[in-house]
């Protein structure tokens, strides 16, 4: 199993970046799919997740009508879109899944997510 994710950088406050996260090993259309981010200090944090779909999104408040989770089952890829970056939002961005069969909308909870990609770093700057 291996998720692999990109596209991370330096970027002004009020910016965007296009994060992507690969994914491999594992059947992508029977999972959901979720992004993390651990800032400097600071415990890590669910930022958003999708049903193995896409028909189901969720997100943590801080990044409501900025960010959008998005995914093409065909390329094994989930994305986050990320908009009007503030400083806050600068962490290191992790992707992870779990398996799951239903179109609920998906789970928040890190200790549900079997498998986490290695990261990449966002740092917004004001």
């Known amino acids: 199993v291996q998720l692999q994710a990109s596209g991370g950088g330096l970027v002004q406050a009020g910016g965007s970046l296009r994060l992507s996260c690969a994914a491999s090993?594992?059947?992508?259309?029977?999972?959901?799919m979720s992004w993390f981010r651990q800032a400097p200090g600071k415990e890590r944090e669910f930022v958003a997740a999708?049903?193995?779909?896409?028909?189901?999104?969720k997100y943590t408040d801080s990044v409501k009508g900025r960010f959008t989770i998005s995914r093409d089952n065909a390329k094994n890829t989930v994305y986050l879109q990320m908009n009007s970056l503030k400083p806050e939002d600068t962490a290191v961005y992790h992707c992870a899944s779990r398996f799951d069969l239903s179109t609920n909308p998906p789970e928040e909870r890190a200790q549900q997510y079997y498998y986490w990609g290695q990261g990449t770093q966002v740092t917004v700057s004001s």
């Open positions: 999708t049903s193995r779909s896409g028909g189901s999104t």
């Open positions: 090993g594992f059947t992508f259309s029977n999972s959901a």
